[in-house]
């Protein structure tokens, strides 16, 4: 038998018979049941199981398994073998269905939905927001970053309709992903951190990075909505004209102005402009971090959140996932930078630590990966970088710069490069560890 398969309709299979139920009854099934799961190692009792599948797997041949172990319904998008249950539900797409449910729920608030994007520093971004919101405001927002077409349905049906306000992180490689992502998130604010050379291989240029991170301001400029914007950019300056309300945020010249008042070790900053702050003294390291205080310090401040509380926010946030961590092993200071690197994060941090006053500097660098065919020149160009400043050691680890020459530390991986940093006994060091998220350079710090 053949059955038509429309995306608005799901098919539920009720004693071997198929009736058409709309993504509204989904909905209200969603209601009864709204936790959802997508992995059955994880499942609870009365989760609703979605059997997405990818290159790698496929969820629905766990749905008969997902019933047994107490889920009220499977979500799934190919028939199952062995006795069908009248809990499981066959839809056309189960990635798509997860979707417009998500849309479908979003469509019952009328709370700001703030949308952050970027090259660099979405995730801590996102994080200081919402210290700052929650102080205040019942705050729903991505965990970890789970901030791809995945993970933003999966935070947007965790929003509960206690919800004042919800802060989603969309991550992007390639054009087109943020524009779908605003047609089921509808964000009514948004930031874009920067754009920088960051998954150049799935965006082709820094030109087509500008123009997919973009896509969130192209939504917010159609639907009437508020951009928070780096004003020092000139670049998000020309991307955003025409987006009906922007709030400025830099250095100069902008509605919240900040300035730096230390980065050693920690950063500490002052802020001026239509809020007042002195010495923000935050634990975040480096002065690349500015930028992303600021958007929190403005995203409370347009939210009127208190400036105590503002303030009291982004001083107890600690860093965490190897995200900008400064540690201390003995008497050495090591920032782990270690979740992600494309070169203009790669520049920001080896830039930031080289202006360090100290005596001992030492680079512990991963290979930059997504960069495309000009993966091999931005690996020269940092390269170019390190070169000029003074290094106690330098150690480059695997990727791109094994295929260059250079006179510094050679590893293939970072469990090699661990080794090697186990032996030399520093003290006193600053000591700076970054690489792509696939390098996974924290384990340089591992005695395993």
Same mark, same amino acid.
């Given at each position: 038998?053949?059955?038509?398969?429309?995306?608005?309709?799901?098919?539920?299979?009720?004693?071997?018979?198929?009736?058409?139920?709309? +993504?509204?009854?989904?909905?209200?099934?969603?209601?009864?049941?709204?936790?959802?799961?997508?992995?059955?190692?994880?499942?609870?009792?009365?989760?609703?199981?979605?059997?997405?599948?990818?290159?790698?797997?496929?969820?629905?041949?766990?749905?008969?398994?997902?019933?047994?172990?107490?889920?009220?319904?499977?979500?799934?998008?190919?028939?199952?073998?062995?006795?069908?249950?009248?809990?499981?539900?066959?839809?056309?797409?189960?990635?798509?269905?997860?979707?417009?449910?998500?849309? !479908?729920?979003?469509?019952?608030?009328?709370?700001?939905?703030?949308?952050?994007?970027?090259?660099?520093?979405?995730?801590?971004?996102?994080?200081?927001?919402?210290?700052?919101?929650?102080?205040?405001?019942?705050?729903?927002?991505?965990?970890?970053?789970?901030?791809?077409?995945?993970?933003?349905?999966?935070?947007?049906?965790?929003?509960?309709?206690?919800?004042?306000?919800?802060?989603?992180?969309?991550?992007?490689?390639?054009?087109?992903?943020?524009?779908?992502?605003?047609?089921?998130?509808?964000?009514?604010?948004?930031?874009?951190?920067?754009?920088?050379?960051?998954?150049?291989?799935?965006?082709?240029?820094?030109?087509?990075?500008?123009?997919?991170?973009? $896509?969130?301001?192209?939504?917010?400029?159609?639907?009437?909505?508020?951009?928070?914007?780096? =004003?020092?950019?000139?670049?998000?300056?020309?991307?955003?004209?025409?987006?009906?309300?922007?709030?400025?945020?830099?250095?100069?010249?902008?509605?919240?102005?900040?300035?730096?008042?230390?980065?050693?070790?920690?950063?500490?900053?002052?802020?001026?402009?239509?809020?007042?702050?002195?010495?923000?003294?935050?634990?975040?390291?480096?002065?690349?971090?500015?930028?992303?205080?600021?958007?929190?310090?403005?995203?409370?401040? !347009?939210?009127? +959140?208190?400036?105590?509380?503002?303030?009291?926010?982004?001083?107890?946030?600690?860093?965490?996932?190897?995200?900008?961590?400064?540690?201390?092993?003995?008497?050495?200071? +090591?920032?782990?930078?270690?979740?992600?690197?494309?070169?203009?994060?790669?520049?920001?941090?080896?830039?930031?630590?080289?202006?360090?006053?100290?005596?001992?500097?030492?680079?512990?660098?991963?290979?930059? /990966? $997504?960069?495309?065919?000009?993966?091999?020149?931005?690996?020269?160009?940092?390269? /170019?970088?390190?070169?000029?400043?003074? =290094?106690?050691?330098?150690?480059?680890?695997?990727?791109?710069?094994?295929?260059?020459?250079?006179? !510094?530390?050679?590893?293939?991986?970072?469990? $090699? /490069?661990?080794? =090697?940093?186990?032996?030399?006994?520093?003290?006193?060091?600053?000591?700076?560890?970054?690489?792509?998220?696939?390098?996974?350079?924290?384990?340089?710090?591992?005695?395993?």
């Amino acid at each position: 038998m053949a059955f038509l398969f429309l995306p608005i309709f799901i098919f539920h299979i009720f004693l071997g018979l198929f009736t058409m139920i709309s +993504i509204e009854d989904l909905y209200a099934i969603y209601k009864q049941f709204p936790s959802i799961q997508t992995d059955t190692r994880k499942l609870e009792k009365n989760d609703l199981f979605f059997a997405l599948k990818g290159e790698n797997f496929n969820g629905n041949l766990f749905a008969n398994q997902a019933i047994e172990k107490g889920a009220a319904f499977a979500i799934v998008d190919e028939n199952v073998d062995g006795n069908l249950s009248e809990r499981i539900i066959l839809v056309e797409d189960v990635l798509k269905t997860l979707q417009a449910l998500a849309k !479908y729920h979003r469509q019952q608030f009328s709370i700001p939905f703030l949308a952050i994007t970027g090259s660099n520093g979405k995730t801590t971004t996102k994080e200081l927001i919402h210290a700052v919101l929650s102080s205040s405001l019942r705050t729903y927002t991505t965990e970890g970053n789970l901030n791809n077409h995945i993970g933003i349905p999966l935070t947007i049906l965790k929003v509960k309709f206690d919800a004042e306000i919800a802060v989603i992180e969309m991550g992007a490689n390639h054009l087109k992903e943020i524009e779908g992502y605003c047609q089921y998130t509808l964000p009514t604010h948004g930031i874009i951190t920067n754009v920088g050379k960051a998954h150049l291989e799935g965006f082709g240029s820094l030109e087509g990075v500008k123009k997919g991170k973009g $896509e969130l301001y192209d939504f917010l400029r159609n639907n009437n909505g508020t951009a928070f914007v780096m =004003w020092d950019y000139d670049y998000l300056r020309g991307l955003s004209k025409g987006i009906p309300h922007i709030i400025s945020y830099g250095t100069r010249d902008a509605t919240v102005v900040g300035s730096i008042c230390q980065t050693e070790p920690y950063l500490s900053v002052d802020i001026s402009g239509s809020i007042s702050i002195k010495n923000i003294s935050t634990k975040l390291t480096g002065d690349y971090n500015l930028p992303n205080v600021l958007a929190a310090v403005t995203v409370g401040n !347009y939210f009127n +959140i208190d400036t105590k509380k503002v303030k009291t926010a982004i001083e107890n946030y600690l860093p965490s996932n190897s995200r900008s961590q400064l540690l201390e092993l003995n008497s050495n200071k +090591i920032i782990l930078d270690a979740y992600n690197a494309n070169p203009t994060s790669m520049r920001a941090a080896i830039e930031n630590i080289g202006k360090f006053n100290v005596k001992n500097k030492v680079l512990i660098l991963g290979g930059m /990966a $997504e960069l495309g065919e000009t993966s091999l020149q931005e690996h020269e160009n940092i390269l /170019a970088l390190i070169k000029k400043y003074s =290094w106690k050691d330098v150690a480059l680890v695997g990727g791109d710069f094994l295929k260059i020459d250079h006179p !510094y530390n050679r590893f293939t991986n970072s469990t $090699e /490069a661990g080794q =090697w940093f186990q032996r030399q006994n520093y003290s006193d060091a600053y000591i700076l560890i970054k690489g792509s998220r696939s390098m996974k350079m924290e384990k340089v710090l591992s005695k395993e």
